[in-house]
Protein backbone atom coordinates (compact mmCIF):
# COMPACT_ATOMS: atom_id res chain seq x y z
CA UNK A 1 0.00 0.00 0.00
CA UNK A 2 1.11 3.31 -1.09
CA UNK A 3 0.16 6.44 0.37
CA UNK A 4 0.99 9.49 -1.73
CA UNK A 5 1.50 13.14 -0.19
CA UNK A 6 2.32 16.83 -2.39
CA UNK A 7 6.09 17.61 -2.18
CA UNK A 8 5.44 20.70 -0.15
CA UNK A 9 2.06 20.05 1.36
CA UNK A 10 2.08 17.45 3.63
CA UNK A 11 -1.41 15.29 4.77
CA UNK A 12 -2.92 17.92 7.57
CA UNK A 13 -2.92 14.51 9.60
CA UNK A 14 0.61 14.90 10.54
CA UNK A 15 -0.21 17.73 12.53
CA UNK A 16 -3.39 16.86 13.97
CA UNK A 17 -3.31 16.17 17.88
CA UNK A 18 -0.39 15.51 20.15
CA UNK A 19 3.18 14.94 19.33
CA UNK A 20 6.25 13.91 20.34
CA UNK A 21 9.73 15.84 19.48
CA UNK A 22 7.71 17.02 16.74
CA UNK A 23 6.37 14.20 15.25
CA UNK A 24 2.79 13.89 14.95
CA UNK A 25 1.72 10.92 16.60
CA UNK A 26 -1.90 10.29 14.91
CA UNK A 27 -0.07 10.11 11.84
CA UNK A 28 1.65 7.49 13.14
CA UNK A 29 -1.27 5.38 13.28
CA UNK A 30 -2.63 6.54 10.02
CA UNK A 31 0.18 5.67 7.75
CA UNK A 32 0.99 1.99 9.37
CA UNK A 33 1.84 -0.49 6.87
CA UNK A 34 1.92 2.20 4.11
CA UNK A 35 4.93 3.24 1.98
CA UNK A 36 5.17 7.38 1.59
CA UNK A 37 5.70 9.03 -1.05
CA UNK A 38 5.61 12.30 -2.74
CA UNK A 39 4.08 13.70 -6.33
CA UNK A 40 2.34 16.92 -7.36
CA UNK A 41 -0.59 15.27 -9.62
CA UNK A 42 -1.34 19.03 -10.70
CA UNK A 43 1.87 18.95 -13.01
CA UNK A 44 1.53 16.60 -15.98
CA UNK A 45 4.81 14.51 -14.95
CA UNK A 46 2.89 13.68 -11.65
CA UNK A 47 -0.34 12.72 -13.38
CA UNK A 48 1.89 10.34 -15.70
CA UNK A 49 3.38 9.21 -13.03
CA UNK A 50 0.47 8.13 -11.05
CA UNK A 51 -0.90 6.58 -14.28
CA UNK A 52 2.49 4.36 -14.53
CA UNK A 53 1.52 3.67 -10.95
CA UNK A 54 -2.20 2.59 -10.98
CA UNK A 55 -1.32 -0.06 -13.86
CA UNK A 56 0.09 -2.59 -12.00
CA UNK A 57 -2.43 -1.74 -8.81
CA UNK A 58 -5.45 -3.00 -7.75
CA UNK A 59 -7.14 0.24 -6.27
CA UNK A 60 -6.92 3.62 -5.95
CA UNK A 61 -8.48 6.03 -2.95
CA UNK A 62 -8.98 9.31 -3.63
CA UNK A 63 -10.55 11.68 -1.22
CA UNK A 64 -9.76 15.30 -3.67
CA UNK A 65 -12.87 17.25 -4.25
CA UNK A 66 -15.27 16.12 -7.62
CA UNK A 67 -13.63 17.02 -10.43
CA UNK A 68 -9.94 17.98 -9.34
CA UNK A 69 -8.77 14.30 -10.58
CA UNK A 70 -10.33 15.21 -14.21
CA UNK A 71 -9.45 18.80 -14.23
CA UNK A 72 -5.80 17.31 -13.77
CA UNK A 73 -6.23 15.03 -16.64
CA UNK A 74 -6.17 11.69 -14.47
CA UNK A 75 -10.21 11.44 -14.02
CA UNK A 76 -11.17 7.61 -14.22
CA UNK A 77 -11.70 7.49 -17.63
CA UNK A 78 -7.79 7.63 -17.97
CA UNK A 79 -6.74 5.42 -15.05
CA UNK A 80 -9.27 2.83 -16.82
CA UNK A 81 -7.47 3.43 -19.88
CA UNK A 82 -3.96 2.33 -18.18
CA UNK A 83 -6.01 -0.26 -15.80
CA UNK A 84 -8.98 -1.85 -16.91
CA UNK A 85 -9.27 -3.54 -13.70
CA UNK A 86 -8.62 -0.76 -11.35
CA UNK A 87 -11.18 -0.29 -8.82
CA UNK A 88 -11.94 3.77 -7.64
CA UNK A 89 -12.74 4.36 -4.42
CA UNK A 90 -13.50 8.13 -4.52
CA UNK A 91 -14.19 9.75 -1.05
CA UNK A 92 -16.03 13.23 -0.83
CA UNK A 93 -18.05 15.16 1.81
CA UNK A 94 -21.08 15.12 -0.24
CA UNK A 95 -20.60 12.73 -3.31
CA UNK A 96 -19.71 13.14 -6.74
CA UNK A 97 -23.09 14.06 -8.07
CA UNK A 98 -25.88 16.75 -6.74
CA UNK A 99 -25.86 20.37 -5.71
CA UNK A 100 -23.40 20.08 -2.61
CA UNK A 101 -20.58 18.29 -4.95
CA UNK A 102 -18.26 20.59 -4.74
CA UNK A 103 -18.47 21.70 -1.18
CA UNK A 104 -15.38 21.38 0.74
CA UNK A 105 -16.43 18.11 3.02
CA UNK A 106 -15.63 16.91 6.52
CA UNK A 107 -16.69 14.60 8.94
CA UNK A 108 -17.67 17.03 11.59
CA UNK A 109 -20.47 18.10 9.08
CA UNK A 110 -21.74 14.49 8.21
CA UNK A 111 -21.77 14.19 12.15
CA UNK A 112 -24.40 17.60 11.90
CA UNK A 113 -26.34 16.78 8.74
CA UNK A 114 -26.84 12.67 9.06
CA UNK A 115 -28.48 13.37 12.51
CA UNK A 116 -26.11 12.06 14.45
CA UNK A 117 -25.46 15.40 16.17
CA UNK A 118 -28.99 16.16 16.62
CA UNK A 119 -29.59 13.05 18.65
CA UNK A 120 -26.80 13.56 20.72
CA UNK A 121 -26.41 15.06 24.09
CA UNK A 122 -28.28 15.67 27.04
CA UNK A 123 -32.18 16.53 26.46
CA UNK A 124 -31.65 20.41 27.54
CA UNK A 125 -27.96 20.67 25.90
CA UNK A 126 -26.71 21.29 22.71
CA UNK A 127 -26.55 19.31 19.51
CA UNK A 128 -23.36 17.52 20.25
CA UNK A 129 -19.97 16.20 17.93
CA UNK A 130 -17.73 13.65 19.14
CA UNK A 131 -14.29 14.73 20.19
CA UNK A 132 -12.63 12.24 17.38
CA UNK A 133 -13.17 11.71 13.86
CA UNK A 134 -16.66 9.18 13.89
CA UNK A 135 -18.07 9.94 10.28
CA UNK A 136 -14.51 10.27 8.92
CA UNK A 137 -13.76 5.92 10.43
CA UNK A 138 -17.05 4.95 9.77
CA UNK A 139 -16.89 5.72 6.11
CA UNK A 140 -13.29 3.95 5.74
CA UNK A 141 -15.28 0.61 6.73
CA UNK A 142 -17.98 1.50 4.70
CA UNK A 143 -15.33 2.35 1.81
CA UNK A 144 -13.31 -1.12 2.71
CA UNK A 145 -16.54 -3.13 2.22
CA UNK A 146 -17.69 -1.74 -0.83
CA UNK A 147 -14.07 -2.16 -2.24
CA UNK A 148 -14.08 -5.76 -1.92
CA UNK A 149 -17.88 -5.88 -3.34
CA UNK A 150 -15.81 -3.97 -6.36
CA UNK A 151 -12.84 -6.55 -6.20
CA UNK A 152 -15.00 -9.71 -6.21
CA UNK A 153 -17.18 -8.54 -9.18
CA UNK A 154 -13.87 -8.05 -10.97
CA UNK A 155 -13.24 -11.37 -10.42
CA UNK A 156 -16.31 -12.49 -12.32
CA UNK A 157 -16.42 -9.48 -14.71
CA UNK A 158 -12.71 -8.79 -15.49
CA UNK A 159 -13.16 -5.10 -15.11
CA UNK A 160 -12.81 -2.48 -12.38
CA UNK A 161 -15.29 0.45 -11.50
CA UNK A 162 -15.37 3.85 -9.35
CA UNK A 163 -16.86 3.49 -5.62
CA UNK A 164 -18.34 7.10 -4.77
CA UNK A 165 -18.67 7.07 -1.04
CA UNK A 166 -20.49 10.60 0.35
CA UNK A 167 -19.33 11.08 3.98
CA UNK A 168 -22.80 11.90 4.83
CA UNK A 169 -24.28 8.69 4.11
CA UNK A 170 -22.69 5.95 6.58
CA UNK A 171 -22.91 7.53 9.52
CA UNK A 172 -26.59 8.12 8.57
CA UNK A 173 -27.13 4.53 7.59
CA UNK A 174 -25.53 3.28 11.35
CA UNK A 175 -27.91 5.76 13.17
CA UNK A 176 -30.58 3.59 12.56
CA UNK A 177 -34.89 3.48 11.24
CA UNK A 178 -34.69 7.26 11.88
CA UNK A 179 -35.89 7.74 8.02
CA UNK A 180 -38.23 5.29 8.33
CA UNK A 181 -39.44 6.41 11.60
CA UNK A 182 -40.19 9.61 10.59
CA UNK A 183 -41.63 8.27 7.05
CA UNK A 184 -44.29 6.01 8.74
CA UNK A 185 -45.15 7.82 12.23
CA UNK A 186 -43.41 11.23 12.15
CA UNK A 187 -40.86 10.64 14.76
CA UNK A 188 -37.96 12.49 15.20
CA UNK A 189 -35.63 11.32 17.30
CA UNK A 190 -34.68 13.99 20.06
CA UNK A 191 -31.31 14.25 22.14
CA UNK A 192 -32.01 11.81 25.14
CA UNK A 193 -28.53 11.65 26.98
CA UNK A 194 -27.39 8.37 27.58
CA UNK A 195 -30.78 7.00 27.50
CA UNK A 196 -32.70 5.57 24.36
CA UNK A 197 -35.97 5.47 23.54
CA UNK A 198 -35.82 1.36 22.95
CA UNK A 199 -35.24 0.16 26.18
CA UNK A 200 -34.38 0.86 30.16
CA UNK A 201 -32.49 0.90 32.01
CA UNK A 202 -30.10 2.20 30.03
CA UNK A 203 -27.67 4.97 31.34
CA UNK A 204 -23.67 5.22 32.82
CA UNK A 205 -24.04 5.31 36.94
CA UNK A 206 -21.40 6.78 39.41
CA UNK A 207 -20.32 4.15 42.28
CA UNK A 208 -19.32 5.09 45.36
CA UNK A 209 -15.93 4.68 44.63
CA UNK A 210 -16.23 8.05 41.77
CA UNK A 211 -15.90 5.53 39.02
CA UNK A 212 -18.57 5.19 36.34
CA UNK A 213 -20.24 1.83 34.38
CA UNK A 214 -22.51 1.22 32.01
CA UNK A 215 -25.46 -0.16 31.74
CA UNK A 216 -27.41 -2.06 28.91
CA UNK A 217 -30.83 -3.98 28.76
CA UNK A 218 -31.64 -4.34 25.34
CA UNK A 219 -32.49 -8.14 25.97
CA UNK A 220 -36.09 -8.20 28.05
CA UNK A 221 -34.11 -11.58 30.75
CA UNK A 222 -31.43 -8.95 31.40
CA UNK A 223 -33.37 -6.18 31.85
CA UNK A 224 -35.25 -8.61 34.51
CA UNK A 225 -32.38 -9.66 36.29
CA UNK A 226 -30.57 -6.20 36.30
CA UNK A 227 -33.70 -5.21 38.23
CA UNK A 228 -33.98 -8.18 40.78
CA UNK A 229 -30.31 -7.86 41.60
CA UNK A 230 -30.84 -4.16 42.52
CA UNK A 231 -33.94 -4.63 44.95
CA UNK A 232 -36.43 -3.86 42.85
CA UNK A 233 -37.80 -7.68 41.61
CA UNK A 234 -41.53 -5.89 41.87
CA UNK A 235 -41.19 -3.67 38.51
CA UNK A 236 -40.41 -6.60 36.91
CA UNK A 237 -44.11 -7.80 37.27
CA UNK A 238 -45.42 -4.09 35.94
CA UNK A 239 -47.31 -4.84 32.52
CA UNK A 240 -44.94 -2.00 30.62
CA UNK A 241 -42.14 -3.73 31.77
CA UNK A 242 -42.35 -6.18 29.20
CA UNK A 243 -41.39 -4.44 26.49
CA UNK A 244 -38.44 -2.12 25.87
CA UNK A 245 -40.31 0.66 24.34
CA UNK A 246 -42.38 0.44 27.85
CA UNK A 247 -39.58 0.26 29.98
CA UNK A 248 -38.10 3.31 28.02
CA UNK A 249 -41.02 4.89 29.22
CA UNK A 250 -40.19 4.66 32.71
CA UNK A 251 -36.73 5.14 32.46
CA UNK A 252 -36.63 7.94 35.56
CA UNK A 253 -37.86 5.12 38.04
CA UNK A 254 -35.96 2.35 36.51
CA UNK A 255 -32.42 4.34 36.47
CA UNK A 256 -33.08 5.89 39.78
CA UNK A 257 -32.93 2.04 41.17
CA UNK A 258 -30.03 1.14 40.10
CA UNK A 259 -28.37 4.79 40.00
CA UNK A 260 -29.16 3.82 44.00
CA UNK A 261 -27.91 0.67 44.07
CA UNK A 262 -24.22 1.30 42.39
CA UNK A 263 -23.85 4.97 44.13
CA UNK A 264 -23.31 2.24 47.14
CA UNK A 265 -20.81 0.09 46.33
CA UNK A 266 -17.24 0.40 44.58
CA UNK A 267 -16.52 -0.27 40.52
CA UNK A 268 -15.51 -3.77 41.24
CA UNK A 269 -18.07 -4.46 43.25
CA UNK A 270 -20.89 -3.65 40.91
CA UNK A 271 -19.09 -5.49 38.16
CA UNK A 272 -18.90 -8.48 40.42
CA UNK A 273 -22.25 -8.32 41.10
CA UNK A 274 -23.50 -7.98 37.81
CA UNK A 275 -21.34 -10.77 36.46
CA UNK A 276 -22.60 -12.93 39.38
CA UNK A 277 -26.00 -12.31 37.92
CA UNK A 278 -25.14 -12.77 34.34
CA UNK A 279 -26.45 -8.68 33.96
CA UNK A 280 -24.33 -6.72 31.25
CA UNK A 281 -22.72 -4.25 32.87
CA UNK A 282 -18.98 -2.29 31.63
CA UNK A 283 -16.94 0.10 33.52
CA UNK A 284 -16.66 3.07 31.86
CA UNK A 285 -12.53 3.38 30.35
CA UNK A 286 -10.14 5.72 29.75
CA UNK A 287 -7.20 4.59 27.77
CA UNK A 288 -5.37 3.85 30.89
CA UNK A 289 -7.76 1.38 32.10
CA UNK A 290 -7.64 -0.40 28.08
CA UNK A 291 -4.22 -1.04 28.36
CA UNK A 292 -4.43 -2.48 32.22
CA UNK A 293 -7.49 -4.40 30.86
CA UNK A 294 -7.03 -8.48 30.95
CA UNK A 295 -9.38 -9.05 28.12
CA UNK A 296 -8.30 -6.48 25.81
CA UNK A 297 -4.80 -8.26 26.63
CA UNK A 298 -6.01 -11.65 25.78
CA UNK A 299 -7.42 -10.91 22.30
CA UNK A 300 -4.14 -8.75 21.44
CA UNK A 301 -5.43 -5.50 21.06
CA UNK A 302 -2.69 -3.08 21.68
CA UNK A 303 0.37 -3.69 19.76
CA UNK A 304 3.81 -2.27 20.13
CA UNK A 305 5.34 -1.42 16.54
CA UNK A 306 8.84 -0.63 15.12
CA UNK A 307 9.08 2.82 14.56
CA UNK A 308 12.81 4.65 12.90
CA UNK A 309 11.59 8.38 14.18
CA UNK A 310 10.14 7.26 17.93
CA UNK A 311 11.92 3.38 18.66
CA UNK A 312 8.87 1.86 19.65
CA UNK A 313 4.98 2.80 19.44
CA UNK A 314 1.90 1.39 21.25
CA UNK A 315 -1.39 1.62 19.29
CA UNK A 316 -4.72 -0.67 18.36
CA UNK A 317 -4.27 -3.98 16.57
CA UNK A 318 -5.66 -5.17 13.47
CA UNK A 319 -9.48 -5.32 15.35
CA UNK A 320 -9.96 -8.87 14.55
CA UNK A 321 -8.57 -12.38 13.97
CA UNK A 322 -8.55 -14.25 11.32
CA UNK A 323 -7.75 -18.16 11.71
CA UNK A 324 -5.77 -18.69 8.06
CA UNK A 325 -4.66 -15.41 6.89
CA UNK A 326 -4.33 -13.01 10.65
CA UNK A 327 -3.51 -9.21 9.79
CA UNK A 328 0.15 -7.61 11.31
CA UNK A 329 1.44 -4.57 12.12
CA UNK A 330 4.13 -4.45 10.75
CA UNK A 331 5.56 -0.52 11.07
CA UNK A 332 4.26 2.41 12.45
CA UNK A 333 3.45 5.49 9.65
CA UNK A 334 6.55 6.45 7.98
CA UNK A 335 8.09 10.34 7.60
CA UNK A 336 6.54 12.15 4.58
CA UNK A 337 7.68 11.28 0.88
CA UNK A 338 10.42 8.50 3.07
CA UNK A 339 9.80 5.81 -0.04
CA UNK A 340 9.33 8.24 -2.92
CA UNK A 341 12.63 6.89 -4.20
CA UNK A 342 12.08 3.13 -3.47
CA UNK A 343 8.79 3.26 -5.23
CA UNK A 344 9.49 5.02 -8.17
CA UNK A 345 12.84 2.99 -8.56
CA UNK A 346 10.80 -0.45 -9.12
CA UNK A 347 8.68 1.80 -11.75
CA UNK A 348 11.74 1.51 -13.77
CA UNK A 349 12.97 5.44 -13.27
CA UNK A 350 16.44 5.90 -12.93
CA UNK A 351 18.42 7.93 -10.01
CA UNK A 352 18.86 10.47 -12.53
CA UNK A 353 15.06 11.07 -13.79
CA UNK A 354 14.23 11.12 -9.99
CA UNK A 355 16.90 14.15 -9.56
CA UNK A 356 15.06 15.33 -12.51
CA UNK A 357 11.54 15.57 -11.07
CA UNK A 358 12.81 16.36 -7.45
CA UNK A 359 13.99 19.61 -8.83
CA UNK A 360 10.82 20.41 -11.08
CA UNK A 361 9.00 19.73 -7.69
CA UNK A 362 7.27 16.98 -9.10
CA UNK A 363 8.14 14.58 -6.28
Known sequence: MVKVEHPAKPDPARGHGPAKDGVGLWSKVLGRNKKTMTLNLSTPEGAAVLTALVKSADVLVENFRPGTLERWGIGPDVLHAANPGLVIARISGFGQIGPYAKRPGFGTLAEAMSGFAAATGEPDGPPTLPPFGLADSVTALATAYAVMLALRTREQT????????????PIMAMLGPQ????????????????RTSNNAPRNTYQCADGRWVAVSTSAQSIAERVMRLVGRADLVGE?????????????????????????????????????AAQAAVAPVYDVRD?????????????????????????????????SETPGEIRHAGRRHGQDTDQVLGELGYSPAELDGLRERGVI
Open 158 to 169: GTGQVVDLAIIE
Open 179 to 194: ITWYDQIGYVQPRLGN
Open 239 to 275: PWFATGTGRAAHAEELDGAVAAWVAERGRDEVVAAFE
Open 290 to 322: ILADPQYEALGTAITVPDEELGEVRMQNVPFRM
